[in-house]
């Protein structure tokens, strides 16, 4: 190859339609899922639009505005009317998330709709699991439970099971009981600061303890290629690096190593960072959101949970 003066790799860089045309990685909203909280009551977020909480109703509204702006995909939360130890509310017929899956199925055919498979926003004690007699998550005892509400959720309307417990094992025993359901499993979800701003809205911050005994060490990336291999093996159809720009080498090593399709989840922490900094003037929202997003697409992820699915439609 020539070098300078004959090459000048700015010559591609001057007008927009020439870095349009040459450029690696896109960015479309079809890339993009909306997570959205379903809750008993309305909570609005000023500070974090993304994050409010919605009622059934409100959900309605919502994914038919969604819709109309171009963004497809979703994965519900929910927020249970009320708390006990086992975390009954994840997998009753009324719970929150069946309401509202089958109201926004019978709405929205053509709306692809995920769920959040865990127990943390319904236990009373807040862990993703069944707590045993010496204070620790009982993998074994708390899969039966996962698998039981991924079940309802498939029964009143779900497209997709998206399992963040982080349980050894829950995928394979998820697909024993749902073979044709599609399982994105959140297979490398790490022990992280960064999702301050979720436990608050969906009240599922632990009320001892940490997470750090199940979720993963922020420290290891071979150890996340394991936990991808290992869902993988047992059937899972996607997998998922969470968070996402913190992990950006995770997302490529998995990518390097895995065909699978690959799901990033963009947090509640990073969304909040960006949030925070535009409203205090030192950054172009919109512009630095767009890079995040394009980072994690450029990292390998073939989607991106966020936050900013409904503003980046409206941006376009």
């Known amino acids: 190859m020539s070098a300078f003066p004959a090459t000048r790799l700015r010559r591609l860089r001057r007008t927009a339609v020439l870095r349009d045309l040459v450029r690696e990685t896109s960015l479309s909203v079809d890339d993009l899922v909306m997570p959205l909280f379903v809750a008993p009551e309305a909570l609005p977020n000023e500070r974090l639009p993304g994050m409010a909480r919605h009622t059934v109703y409100s959900v309605v509204q919502e994914c038919e505005e969604l819709l109309r702006l171009g963004v497809k995909s979703v994965i519900l939360f929910g927020l249970p009317d009320g708390k006990d130890e086992e975390g009954s509310g994840a997998w009753v017929e009324d719970g929150v998330i069946q309401r509202a899956l089958r109201a926004l199925r019978a709405r929205f055919p053509e709306l692809l709709l995920m769920t959040d498979v865990c127990l943390c926003e319904y236990t009373s004690h807040g862990h ?21 509400t991924a079940v309802s959720h498939v029964e009143a309307g779900a497209d997709v099971v998206c399992p963040s417990d982080m349980m050894d094992g829950r995928v394979g025993a998820m697909r024993e009981q749902l073979p044709d359901t599609p399982i994105i499993a959140y297979s490398a979800k790490y ?3 960064f999702y301050g701003p979720f436990r608050e809205v969906a009240d599922s911050a632990p009320e001892f303890g940490d997470r750090r005994g199940y979720q993963m060490d922020p420290g290891n990336v071979r150890e996340a290629l394991r936990e991808c291999e290992q869902d993988i093996a047992e059937g899972a159809d996607m997998i998922m690096i969470k968070p996402a720009l913190p992990y950006l080498d995770v997302i490529r090593a998995a990518r390097d190593r895995f065909d699978l399709p690959l799901g990033a989840y963009n947090v509640s ?3 909040a960072m960006v949030k925070a900094a535009a409203a205090a003037g030192d950054l172009d929202e919109r512009v630095a959101a767009i890079e995040c997003l394009t980072a994690i697409r450029r990292a390998g992820a073939d989607l991106v949970f966020t936050y900013w699915a409904k503003e980046f439609a409206s941006w376009r």
């Not at 069944?130 to 039981?148: F, K, M, T, Y």
């Open 191 to 193: 022990a992280s600061a």
């Open 128 to 148: 993703c699991g069944v707590v045993n007699a010496s204070g620790d998550v009982d993998n074994d005892a708390s899969i039966d439970l996962i698998v039981r």
């Open 269 to 271: 922490g990073e969304y």
